[in-house]
């Protein structure tokens, strides 16, 4: 019934100074198929070893000691950047325009739904999901292009950058074969199968030349 | 002037006009001269309602005042005894003065009582009795004095008093709206989040039924929680005040202290609490006292409002005070104007511009309910300073 494995490979976060909320929500994740982890407080979250796996944080807006919303932007400082869905006990719009302006995911009233809860932690691990892979993506592309030699580097700039082998040539002053090699080596340790791929690369490094 | 010595002007002219009536009244009945039916006439003429009563409290006479006062006829009043025509409750000290005027043991007094007039409503009277000298058999002459719609008067302040102290109660929890729907929203919130997690549990392809026992449980607990909540909030609202029972003012400080918290987080007030332990009990009625530290609570509060540069700190002590138990409450506010300082706990002073000036004055009146004191003074550098003491309750001294 349930994607099994794509939630148990993930973790649901739960920040609640109430312990009977806690307990209710522990158990409701739970019973959703979730893997939970509830604290206190914010800062026994902060002190907390975070699993290296999509993740998602459903946190009081009113915490003791600092509020949510102070807590979202210290969790920000920190570069945790774990999706947050907000509960509060009565609709606060100003402090709701905050909340999703800083990003959070989604704004509970408590009591909460459950289909709201479930659909709001599946968009927030979806969403952290993303952010992981795209992360991923990024340094297996950069652990690539460390793999380039000077020169193959120099060629990948000119070449995203729409040059002819020719002007790469002159560019480098090299001769044009030369050029057509270490061009033929970028997309090999690329792993790039078009020029239109490499670009994107490039795009995803911020290594491109604008057009001369 | 006339309000303050309204009563001491009254019987003095009543007594002067009584012993006057009845030296003269009497001096006719043991001469029988030709002037009695003069007395008589004098006696009857009276605006007061007079009466003379007998050994066995007999009515022997009573003028046209007393009667119409009444309802009775002359003849109907003559079979009949002031105990007769007295409610219930009121009978036994009227027996008592009676009794002592027969024995000589005093030679007047005077009683406040309700008369049942013989068409039905209750008439309020202040009767004064006199002993007339040198009579045999005994007589009593009774003046009376209808006080009916005084005392109406009086019963309708009562109430307007106790609604008005009601209301003040309301607008404080009007402002706390806020702390307790949360304080509902949290069992609640529990209760739909356990329910929900309960079905799911069940709904699994092997119903986990411990989980959903868990879940059950846990439901029933919130119940109770929320209830607790509501009973609160109902003592609060109750119109007559609870009963009295030992309690702890560290435990009721902290009580405020859970109401205010959005309030104080909003403000950015900073609490310091030095809280004695092992202080008496006070015998307090929960509801009230919560009700006066909540409102010294909410002023030190809204007296640091508008205060910009300085910090906002909310200090709130309870200590030993010989056997008494003080509680103090200190802001760092703007606090009490000298001239001020002795009008704050009059009705209907205030200086907010949205007060109805009668949170102080029904702080005070609570508080001296139960025996204690409640204090202002100036703080240091600055704000104010309130302090309730209240009597320690030692366990087994009533």
Redesign the interface.
């Known amino acids: 019934m349930m994607k099994d494995d794509a939630q148990t490979q993930s973790i649901v976060y739960v920040v609640d100074d109430d312990a009977s909320i806690r307990e209710a929500l522990k158990s409701l994740l739970a019973s959703m198929g979730m893997r939970v982890e509830v604290f206190g407080s914010a800062a026994e979250f902060l002190k907390s070893t975070l699993a290296d796996i999509p993740s998602c944080l459903v946190l009081d807006v009113r915490l003791p000691g600092v509020s949510g919303l102070d807590f979202q932007a210290e969790l920000a400082k920190a570069n945790i950047q774990v999706p947050i869905i907000f509960i509060t006990g009565h609709g606060d719009i100003p402090m709701t325009v905050r909340a999703m302006k800083a990003g959070a995911v989604e704004f509970l009233t408590k009591p909460i739904r459950d289909q709201d809860l479930l659909d709001a932690v599946q968009l927030a691990l979806d969403k952290d999901r993303a952010r992981r892979e795209a992360e991923k993506a990024v340094s297996e592309v950069r652990a690539r292009y460390e793999s380039l030699t000077p020169r193959e580097q120099e060629v990948i700039a000119l070449v995203t950058a729409g040059l002819m082998n020719k002007q790469i040539a002159a560019e480098m002053d090299v001769s044009e074969i030369t050029a057509k090699v270490h061009r033929g080596n970028v997309m090999r340790k690329m792993g790039a199968r078009s020029l239109a791929e490499l670009v994107r690369m490039a795009d995803l490094l911020g290594i491109r030349r604008a057009a001369p | 002037m006339w309000e303050q010595h309204r009563d001491l002007i009254l019987v003095t002219i009543i007594l002067v006009q009584a012993v006057l009536i009845a030296a003269l009244l009497l001096q006719a009945l043991r001469k029988r001269r030709a002037g009695e039916t003069c007395w008589r006439s004098a006696f009857d003429a009276s605006t007061l309602g007079m009466a003379l009563v007998d050994r066995e409290l007999k009515f022997v006479a009573a003028n046209a005042a007393f009667r119409s006062m009444l309802g009775y006829g002359d003849s109907e009043l003559r079979g009949l005894t002031p105990l007769d025509i007295l409610v219930e409750e009121d009978r036994e000290a009227s027996r008592r003065l009676h009794g002592e005027l027969a024995q000589g043991a005093r030679q007047c007094g005077d009683l406040v009582g309700r008369y049942r007039r013989k068409d039905g409503p209750e008439v309020w009277a202040h009767v004064y009795l006199s002993a007339i000298p040198g009579q045999d058999p005994r007589l009593v002459l009774a003046t009376a004095i209808d006080i009916t719609s005084r005392k109406l008067a009086e019963d309708a302040a009562r109430v307007a008093q106790s609604d008005l102290a009601r209301i003040a109660r309301l607008i404080t929890v009007g402002e706390m709206t806020?702390s307790i729907?949360?304080e509902i929203?949290?069992?609640?919130?529990?209760?739909?989040?356990?329910g929900?997690?309960?079905l799911?549990?069940l709904a699994?392809?092997t119903p986990?039924i411990e989980?959903a026992r868990?879940?059950l449980k846990?439901i029933v607990?919130?119940g109770h929680?929320a209830g607790q909540v509501i009973g609160g909030i109902r003592s609060m609202f109750k119109k007559d005040g609870g009963t009295k029972a030992p309690h702890d003012v560290n435990e009721l400080v902290r009580e405020v202290l859970a109401l205010v918290h959005?309030e104080v987080?909003k403000e950015r007030v900073t609490v310091r609490t030095e809280l004695v332990d092992e202080l008496p009990p006070v015998l307090v009625d929960r509801a009230q006292l919560r009700h006066v530290i909540l409102n010294l609570v909410s002023n030190a509060i809204d007296a640091m409002n508008s205060q910009n540069g300085r910090a906002r700190v909310l200090r709130l002590r309870s200590e030993h005070a010989g056997d008494n138990v003080m509680v103090t409450v200190e802001d760092s506010g703007s606090g009490i104007d000298r001239e001020n300082m002795n009008r704050i706990f009059e009705a209907f002073f205030t200086t907010k511009p949205q007060g109805m000036g009668m949170g102080l004055s029904i702080c005070r009146s609570i508080v001296e309910s139960h025996g204690g004191r409640l204090s202002a003074a100036c703080g240091h550098p600055h704000g104010a300073v309130f302090q309730v003491v209240l009597p320690g309750h030692q366990p087994g001294a009533e």
């Open positions: 806020a729907a949360h929203n949290q069992p609640l919130g529990a209760v739909v989040a356990n929900n997690a309960g799911r549990w699994r392809a986990d989980e868990a879940a846990r607990n919130e929680r959005g987080e």
